[in-house]
């Protein structure tokens, strides 16, 4: 069955920290995309990757980087956590764009 | 980025009713994809509608199409609570990425 893994189901960090979120996916899917879901705006992507060491910004990269070292990995980081980055983060992977996104069960972030 | 508006932002029904949700864009999709994620988990896949006209049937839901492939719409009949939860719709345009909407709550009551 097809599995995406996102390292922490919780997660509470201060202000300023460093901060990575990881996600694993065990379908060989080539594609893996970074979002943020928020009352009221949605999901709004912020990195995309359709290569191993390659990136695209989506639609809210300010404040985010990523890291695709290797196929089935796909990190999120934050490189000075700030109390707008409180969010859940969902992680996602398909083989094309034609395919169905697969989901992780998220990772509810709270920076104080 | 291709807009997906998705009404009515919120439901709140009793059991046993009908609803439909809507996805509307001004922007052609080569297909579109439905969505239904519950709390704390991530969105799961319904259903995928790829020609205009389409309609897909899944239980008690239904899935449209519109001719033009701009939007799309899902129709639940005899609503159960299993089925709340958040319906989002997801255009696949030329791109890698997927545009949502920002999705549809419903609330379905014994």
């Known amino acids: 069955d097809v599995k995406v893994t996102q390292s922490s189901r919780y997660l509470v960090k201060r202000t300023g920290e460093k901060v990575f979120l990881e996600c694993v996916q065990d379908?060989?899917?080539?594609?893996m995309f970074w979002y943020r879901q928020d009352p009221g705006l949605g999901l709004r992507l912020i990195y995309f990757?359709?290569?191993?060491?390659?990136?695209e910004k989506g639609d809210i990269p300010e404040g985010y980087s990523v890291s695709r070292e290797k196929k089935e990995r796909f990190s999120l980081i934050l490189e000075s956590a700030s109390t707008n980055q409180t969010s859940m983060y969902l992680c996602?992977?398909?083989?094309?764009?034609?395919?169905?996104?697969?989901f992780g069960d998220g990772t509810r972030l709270s920076i104080l | 980025t291709q807009l997906l508006e998705q009404s009515p932002q919120f439901l709140s029904i009793q059991e046993g009713e009908n609803l439909t949700v809507y996805c509307n864009s001004s922007?052609?999709?080569?297909?579109l994809q439905w969505y239904r994620q519950e709390p704390g988990e991530g969105p799961v896949l319904l259903v995928t509608?790829?020609?205009?006209?389409e309609v897909k049937k899944l239980k008690r839901l239904t899935f449209q199409f519109g001719d033009a492939r701009k939007d799309s719409s899902l129709h639940i009949t005899a609503a159960q609570p299993g089925d709340t939860g958040l319906y989002l719709c997801a255009g696949v345009g030329s791109g890698y990425a997927l545009n949502f909407g920002k999705g549809t709550s419903l609330l379905v009551t014994p």
């Open positions: 996602a992977s398909d083989r094309d764009s034609n395919q169905p996104q697969h």
């Open positions: 379908m060989d899917h080539e594609n």
């Open positions: 509608v790829v020609t205009g006209g």
């Open positions: 990757s359709y290569d191993v060491k390659m990136k």
């Open positions: 922007s052609v999709f080569s297909s």
